[in-house]
């Protein structure tokens, strides 16, 4: 309308970093053509924070990214992190179908205990440019027990190992210890020595055996401890007996269109009952 004002929006996406010229042109069959020079600045964008990870040494825990494709194209992402040992992308290959967002899971293995661990990790690809995420996690002492099942027949050994990993980024000291509740030998640990020393982010196998005299539950724990810092992790074993295949042969004979009927006694091998006790 005559001497009235009009605010026009322009928007400018850009995908990558730039620094472009630009026109906007506004023109009318009566009052002519306005002309204005834009200077079109994309700057580099800011990594998205992620809320705080907190995790047992020993463990892993997992942030969820977002990463959206806004082109008609379908497109791989290259990945890379700045703290690989403490953060890194579980996925090798990243498609980014086109118009859809895809969620990337990023793991977190925390090297310290009470120290906040960072990273940034980039996604990145020519066409749609680059997503960043800065992240960070706090290692905890461990709590929880990880359990174990190792299964055997009534009477037979069965030996099973636990793998327990140095989370520290250096050289540690552990002492295993064995507890059950069970009978002597029913649970034994194999390794001759009692401490180990085990290098940085390095595994080391622990054997021990299991040979149930009964088909009852059996119980044990391992530990596995270290003195700095004084820490320990605790593996819950849960010893699952299973009744032992019977040799004898066990005939029954009977004419042709008939029936038998008779009592058998069965011997149930391992079997534990009250008045066996």
Request: proline residues 8%; hydrophobic residues 40%.
């Amino acid at each position: 309308a005559p001497k009235e004002t009009a605010t026009y929006e322009l928007v400018f996406s850009p995908l990558q970093p730039s620094r472009k010229k630009g026109t906007a042109v506004f023109f009318n069959d009566v009052v002519g053509e306005f002309w204005y020079d834009l200077d079109l600045i994309a700057e580099p964008a800011q990594p998205e924070e992620l809320p705080m990870l907190e995790c047992e040494l020993g463990r892993t825990a997992q942030a969820l990214v977002k990463i959206e494709n806004p082109t008609v194209q379908e497109v791989v992402l290259k990945h890379r992190s700045t703290n690989k040992i403490n953060f890194k992308v579980l996925q090798q290959r990243i498609t980014l179908p086109a118009l859809e967002t895809t969620t990337v899971p990023v793991e977190y293995s925390p090297s310290s205990l009470g120290t906040v661990e960072e990273a940034t990790i980039n996604f990145e690809h020519p066409l749609v440019g680059q997503w960043s995420y800065r992240l960070q996690g706090i290692g905890m002492p461990p709590v929880e027990a990880r359990k174990v099942v190792v299964v055997a027949p009534v009477n037979r050994a069965v030996s099973s190992t636990i793998t327990f990993k140095n989370p520290f980024l250096e050289t540690v000291n552990a002492m295993m210890v064995l507890e059950s509740k069970s009978d002597k030998g029913v649970f034994s640990l194999l390794s001759k020595k009692a401490r180990i020393q085990i290098g940085p982010l390095a595994n080391t196998q622990i054997p021990f055996s299991f040979n149930p005299p009964s088909m009852t539950q059996h119980t044990a724990e391992i530990v596995v401890s270290v003195l700095k810092p004084p820490l320990a992790w605790t593996y819950s074993i849960q010893g699952v007996a299973e009744a032992p295949a019977d040799a004898s042969l066990h005939a029954f004979t009977i004419q042709a269109r008939e029936s038998l009927e008779t009592t058998y006694t069965l011997n149930l091998v391992g079997l534990d009952t009250p008045a066996e006790r």
